[in-house]
């Protein structure tokens, strides 16, 4: 029998799986749904940068929302309410007669994507333990669904079309809700959950003010660089993987390749933390991220196989160490209320790389400046490692 503790954490990380994989599905598909719709080849992908930025920004925006909601009501209702839209949303999209329709399908799975962090990572670490293996693990299961996004997209666009990219995994999580919610209803989650309603004893560790200071500077720049690499990686290897293959299934799978190993990183970087200070594993991370982004804008085929690999695995790398960081000075109680702060600043700002990345691409200048504004932006990371404080 698998005890309930275990059926908890699988939700709550096939939750993390699906979150990704569903926002980014237009990054594969919007290139052929601009087509369906009459943009030319020539500018169907940039056209239809545009429609994805809505559902980015509230993707961060309705956090703050979703952990009132997990306050006043449950953390685990919310979990519910999270699979169920996400699949509707998804299926709605899918269904789309016009542009605007894709827009407003692509803004409902925002909305109901921006449930999972504050009230998922929140229930990850509410218990305490090893808090650097479970987010590290949790985090392989996201990135997993980045990895996931190009790679099923890309084969249900060879087999069938955009539309059912969306409607196939909208199905699929409809199902997994029901799922979820017949295991929420039982007596045993009933006690599982009962944690969420218990006053945390413990107050904001010393050293908090700076700690989140750091907290918001890395948050701000890694969600440029987040959002970047994961919605133009797909597409830079459309474009600059020619020499190995031009089927958009091939390069949707290199893309889920990059995505699935650099994930794991997050297990590595989680026992580390579990081990050693916080802020000497951000520092070296941070130092080796400007490098091989700027390296990425520049090199083509199996090069930039592997420089995307290594950037994509710091990238990814770096994503447990905030949630550590805030797992040791913010009480559990208060922990939703900055979680989802995090993520409306984090995913904002990734909003703003598509944004710059849209500027930059119909302006002429390529992926070499878009690139070169990622390394940019993740210098900023270096600096807010030295910033936090020592006992981290």
């Known amino acids: 029998m698998i005890n309930s503790s275990k059926f908890r954490f699988f939700y709550i990380n096939f939750g993390h799986f699906i979150d990704h994989m569903f926002m980014l599905i237009f990054a594969k598909a919007a290139f052929n749904a601009g087509i369906e719709f009459g943009i030319g080849k ?7 940068i545009p429609y994805g930025i809505p559902s980015l920004i509230l993707f961060g925006a309705c956090a703050p929302i979703a952990a009132f909601l997990a306050d006043k009501w449950s953390r685990s209702g919310m979990m519910t309410v999270f699979f169920f839209g996400i699949g509707l949303a998804s299926i709605i ?10 827009g407003i399908g692509l803004a409902l799975i925002g909305v109901f994507a921006s449930i999972y962090h504050p009230v998922g990572i929140a229930m990850l ?28 997209t890309g084969y249900i666009l060879t087999q ?25 209803k039982s007596d045993v989650v009933g006690t599982v959950f009962s944690s969420e309603k218990k006053e945390d004893p413990l107050g904001f560790a010393p050293g908090w003010q700076r700690a989140l200071i750091s907290l918001f500077l890395v948050t701000a720049a890694g969600g440029f660089v987040f ?5 133009l990686i797909p597409r830079l290897f459309d474009i600059r993987m020619q020499g190995i293959s031009n089927d958009i299934a091939v390069t949707g799978a290199l893309a889920a ?47 930039l196989f592997v420089v995307s690999l290594l950037a994509m695995g710091f990238v990814f790398g770096q994503i447990p160490i905030t949630d550590a960081v805030l797992s040791q000075y ?9 979680l989802s702060i995090k993520f409306l600043i984090n995913l904002l700002i990734g909003a703003g790389a598509l944004i710059t990345a849209r500027y930059l691409l119909s302006s002429g200048s390529g992926f070499e400046s878009v690139m070169q504004s990622l390394s940019i932006s993740a210098c900023i990371v270096l600096f807010a490692a030295f910033l936090l404080p020592k006992q981290v």
Do not use: H
């Not at 020539?42 to 239809?48: F, I, N, P, S």
């Not at 955009?162 to 017949?182: E, V």
């Not at 913010?330 to 900055?338: A, E, G, L, Q």
């Open 125 to 152: 670490i509410e218990r305490g333990g090893k808090i650097g293996w479970l987010l590290g693990m949790n985090g392989v299961w996201g990135n997993m669904g980045v990895a996931g996004a190009p790679l099923v």
């Open 227 to 231: 959002g970047g690499m994961t919605f």
């Open 330 to 338: 913010i009480p559990d109680k208060w922990r939703t209320k900055v």
């Open 42 to 48: 020539e500018k169907a992908y940039v056209e239809m």
């Open 160 to 184: 069938y079309d955009w539309r059912m990219a969306f409607i196939i995994p909208g199905f699929f999580s409809i199902i997994l809700g029901i799922s979820y919610l017949l295991y929420n």
């Open 257 to 303: 390749a990059i995505y699935a190993v650099a994930a794991f990183t997050q297990l590595l970087v989680g026992s580390q933390i579990d081990k050693r200070s916080i802020k000497s594993v951000l520092i070296f991370i941070a130092c080796s991220q400007p490098v091989f982004l700027f390296l990425m804008g520049v090199l083509t085929d199996y090069s």
């Open 93 to 102: 999209t899918g269904l789309a007669q016009s542009l605007l329709q894709i």
